[in-house]
């Protein structure tokens, strides 16, 4: 068995436990030591986003990002653990405030860490650095059918959340890919 879909066992385990966050939290440590095995099992050249699992209580998604471009920013309307295993992975973080959006700080998952970023988030991804980033995302709550808003990075006024909309709102971050 893959040491993916072993994870994805694991972490559908601890979702059930009474501290599912605590729980699931502490699966992705386990993985993260064995951090080696989850690279060896990520094609370089395979597509940058992957589901791996989705049901009511957790949604689990394999996701690289690069440093030349900005994902649009969006919301997730359920808490998410982010555990980097190649690379580092930038969240530029956000606030409504008003019609608007103002940047209230950016926090950053490095090779090897756990963050974790709150239900009401809103955030704009790219890598650090010059190389791609590679994380398991884990959301509690099925992602995908949950009606979700992206940002409008002009204006900051809400869109939905359909893959034409996130396509077309990504920004290049200035920085080239090495
Ligand atoms: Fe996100």
Redesign the pocket.
């Known amino acids: 068995m893959s040491t993916f879909q072993t994870l994805v066992d694991r972490i559908r385990e601890a979702a059930e436990e009474p501290d599912p966050r605590g729980a699931v939290r502490a699966v992705l440590g386990d993985a993260l030591e064995e951090a080696e095995a989850l690279r060896g099992e990520t094609p370089p050249d395979g597509p940058d986003e992957i589901n791996l699992y989705e049901d009511d209580r957790v949604s689990i998604w394999r996701s690289r990002f690069q440093p030349d471009v900005l ?1 649009p920013a ?1 919301e ?1 309307q359920v808490p ?1 653990l982010i555990a980097c295993y190649s690379g580092a992975e930038k ?1 530029l973080l956000y606030a409504r405030n008003g019609e608007v959006l103002q940047q209230t700080g950016t926090v950053i998952a490095k090779e090897g860490e756990i963050i974790e ?1 709150p239900e009401d988030a809103i ?1 704009k ?1 790219t890598a650090e650095g010059t190389r791609p980033s590679e994380a398991l ?1 884990v959301y509690f709550g099925p992602l995908t059918r949950l009606d979700r808003a992206l940002f409008d990075p002009e204006s900051g006024k809400t869109l939905p959340f359909t893959m034409a909309n996130f396509e077309a709102l990504k920004q290049s971050t200035g920085n080239a890919a090495g």
């Open positions: 994902m969006h997730h998410v969240s970023l955030h991804v995302h």
